[in-house]
T-cell receptor, first 114, second 113 residues
Framework: GENVEQHPSTLSVQEGDSAVIKCTYSDSASNYFPWYKQELGKGPQLIIDIRSNVGEKKDQRIAVTLNKTAKHFSLHITETQPEDSAVYFCAASARLRSNYQLIWGAGTKLIIKP | ETGVTQTPRHLVMGMTNKKSLKCEQH?????MYWYKQSAKKPLELMFVYNFKEQTENNSVPSRFSPECPNSSHLFLHLHTLQPEDSALYLCASSLRDQYEKLFFGSGTQLSVL
């Protein structure tokens, strides 16, 4: 079946440094790629998304890049701050049976060291 | 506050109990979802409702029974659950059932003893 692989499972970076989380997807027809941030005790929250007709999208300190040929997409967080500590999930759209669904990665726990 | 409220936040139940999870959204969205979240695993889609009609049942066991009386409310009725059903159950909503820009509640942490 369709799947999304997410790496690393845990990432520890020094405050102020950059963090990169990578995902690969299997469905070449996937055209929508969101990233969600989940803080402790809360549900996931959308932080950025990208469509397949765009190679890169930025929003302040976060950016997402997409390589359709390689079926990779990545989340980049620059100038990391303590409040960036959370679990981050990537997802990719996929057609399953007669409907589209989101296929999720297993998550990356990002730890920002002071 | 995401505009999606789930109750209760925590629930402990025995295998023979019957309980219900509730979700309410104040965003004017037309689609609502139930997801199951287990530690270190991808989110698992359970059910999707669009304009109160179920559009997706992701092969969920019948011991989970959803109900959507209107576009703002979603319930998950639980009965005769198994210990492996212990997980965080998340409700989400979106403007349409295209899985874009989902708004999640904080979830119900369920423990089945």
């Amino acid at each position: 079946g369709e799947n999304v692989e997410q790496h690393p499972s845990t990432l520890s970076v020094q405050e102020g440094d950059s963090a990169v989380i990578k995902c690969t997807y299997s469905d070449s027809a996937s055209n929508y790629f969101p990233w969600y941030k989940q803080e402790l005790g809360k549900g996931p929250q959308l932080i950025i998304d990208i469509r397949s007709n765009v190679g890169e999208k930025k929003d302040q300190r976060i950016a997402v890049t997409l390589n359709k040929t390689a079926k990779h997409f990545s989340l980049h967080i620059t100038e990391t701050q303590p409040e960036d500590s959370a679990v981050y999930f990537c997802a990719a759209s996929a057609r399953l049976r007669s409907n589209y669904q989101l296929i999720w990665g297993a998550g990356t726990k990002l730890i920002i060291k002071p | 506050e995401t505009g999606v409220t789930q109750t209760p936040r925590h629930l402990v139940m025995g295998m023979t109990n019957k309980k219900s999870l509730k979700c309410e959204q104040h965003l004017g969205h037309n689609a609502m979802y139930w997801y199951k979240q287990s530690a270190k695993k991808p989110l698992e889609l359970m059910f999707v409702y669009n304009f109160k009609e179920q559009t997706e049942n992701n092969s969920v066991p019948s011991r989970f029974s959803p109900e959507c009386p209107n576009s703002s409310h979603l319930f998950l009725h639980l009965h005769t659950l198994q210990p492996e059903d212990s997980a965080l159950y998340l409700c989400a909503s979106s403007l349409r059932d295209q899985y874009e820009k989902l708004f999640f509640g904080s979830g119900t942490q369920l423990s089945v003893l």
